[in-house]
């Protein structure tokens, strides 16, 4: 069965600070894909990055990046030089190929704070 | 282009009551779920659709039915509304299975007292 944990349920960090949100799944497939979106306090979810399992490249964008480590099964998220803005909760979702349609399983969610 | 549209965006509803929540997508996606968010435990399926004319149970399906009649419309029955039921309903739609990401209607919230 497919897992994903964030073992952080919130984080608080003042405006500027960098800040770096954890996420760590459990699958035994080989070919998977691992997703994160963001929930601002309007409620609607966002979707901010998709990496499958083939492609360990860390990747930027922005203020954003995301680590991709198979070895540990982790797909964390930074973000430098935090803002009021980034205020939310952040949910990491996996989805295996060999789940046909009955797929993304979401984390229970990260709720990070920036302070001004 | 709205994307993924849910109506209505609160409801309140008695025990047992009965209401249907109506999700519509007009990005042409072959793939559509509903899904609840509940304080601390995530969005959990609740049942989801392949194609027009199928759907199926995900992870937390009793108290609930669905319908998709038509490829853009997938809709979620409570056919008699329970406390537990209280939560955030969303919507979701996509091109393909496991690889696209779910484009998310604005959610409905729901009460059931």
């Known amino acids: 069965a497919q897992k994903v944990t964030q073992a952080q349920t919130e984080i608080s960090v003042v405006e500027k600070e960098d800040v770096t949100l954890d996420c760590v799944y459990e699958?035994?497939?080989?070919?998977?894909?691992l997703f994160w979106y963001k929930q601002p306090p309007s409620g609607e979810l966002v979707f901010l990055i998709r990496?499958?399992?083939?492609?360990?490249q860390n990747e930027i964008s922005g203020r954003y990046s995301w680590n991709f480590q198979k070895s540990t099964s982790s797909f964390n998220f930074t973000i430098t030089a935090s803002q009021v803005v980034d205020s939310a909760v952040y949910f990491c979702?996996?989805?295996?190929?060999?789940?046909?349609?009955?797929?993304?399983?979401f984390g229970p969610g990260t709720r990070l704070s920036v302070l001004p | 282009n709205a994307g993924v549209t849910q109506t209505p965006k609160f409801r309140v509803l008695k025990t047992g009551q009965s209401m249907t929540l109506l999700c519509a997508q007009d990005m042409n996606h072959e793939y559509m779920y509903w899904y609840r968010q509940d304080p601390g435990m995530g969005l959990r399926l609740i049942h989801y659709s392949v194609g027009e004319g199928t759907t199926a149970k995900g992870e937390v399906p009793d108290g609930y039915n669905v319908s998709r009649l038509k490829k853009q419309n997938f809709l979620l029955g409570l056919e008699s509304a329970a406390p537990s039921q209280t939560s955030v309903y969303f919507c979701a739609s996509s091109y393909e299975s496991y690889n696209s990401p779910l484009h998310f209607g604005n959610g409905t919230r729901l009460t059931v007292t």
């Open positions: 990496r499958n399992s083939f492609d360990e």
């Open positions: 979702a996996l989805s295996e190929a060999s789940d046909y349609g009955q797929n993304f399983v």
């Open positions: 699958t035994r497939d080989t070919t998977y894909y």
